[in-house]
């Protein structure tokens, strides 16, 4: 995984598969304490204790069409390069937590890539699930709720390519604003 950007667009997906209907991300960007962490929670159908000591072997997945499930262990993989760590807090029928954490300042920090791109992407393609991205810096806070949008947008649908491009917009600016690295 080349940025922060493509392992948001693969733990989200999990969410999706998973059949959330409100799937959080919240990042929280705290330089004096060299941490930058990504925190994934889903209402989906969750995991049973022994499937969360195995999603983070890359030699396990529930796929068939795929032996291999590589997201996780590979989030796992680059946090601890970076000199950080990642944990899944999950309950059967109730929801996932996965949260990684990345060195702020260590070299090895995966550039965070095109987030805004990511995430207007992705609640576009699932107009019935709910999206709230929180993005905290030392600079501020920026919120990005698609139940707002929504009642924003009255009956323009979601998926609708203006839409698309005015919420990447509409993020990339506000992470400018919150000089978000
Ligand atoms: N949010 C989630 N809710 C429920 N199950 C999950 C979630 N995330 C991951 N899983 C389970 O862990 C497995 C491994 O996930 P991942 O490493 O991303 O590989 P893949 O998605 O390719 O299978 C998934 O196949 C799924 O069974
Ligand atoms: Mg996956």
Do not use: C, W
């Amino acid at each position: 995984m080349k940025d922060l950007a493509l392992h948001i667009l693969d733990i989200l997906q999990n969410s999706v598969t998973a059949g959330a209907t409100l799937i959080e991300l919240e990042i929280n960007e705290i330089p004096t304490k060299d941490t930058y962490s990504v925190k994934f929670t889903d209402n989906g159908k969750g995991m049973d204790a022994a499937m969360v000591q195995q999603v983070t072997d890359p030699f396990f997945t529930t796929r068939t069409t795929r032996k291999v499930g590589l997201g996780l262990p590979l989030l796992k993989q680059n946090a601890e390069q970076s000199g950080g760590s990642m944990h899944i807090s999950s309950t059967q029928g109730n929801g996932t937590m996965v949260e990684a954490i990345f060195g702020y300042s260590h070299i090895d920090r995966l550039p965070a890539g095109d987030i805004a791109g990511t995430m207007a992407l992705t609640v576009s393609s699932y107009p019935s699930i709910e999206f709230i991205y929180t993005h905290n810096t030392p600079e501020g806070t920026f919120i990005f709720d698609t139940k707002e949008i929504k009642e924003t947008l009255e009956d323009v649908p979601i998926s609708n390519p203006q839409v698309i491009a005015f919420m990447k917009d509409l993020i990339r600016e506000n992470l400018e604003a919150i000089k978000a690295s």
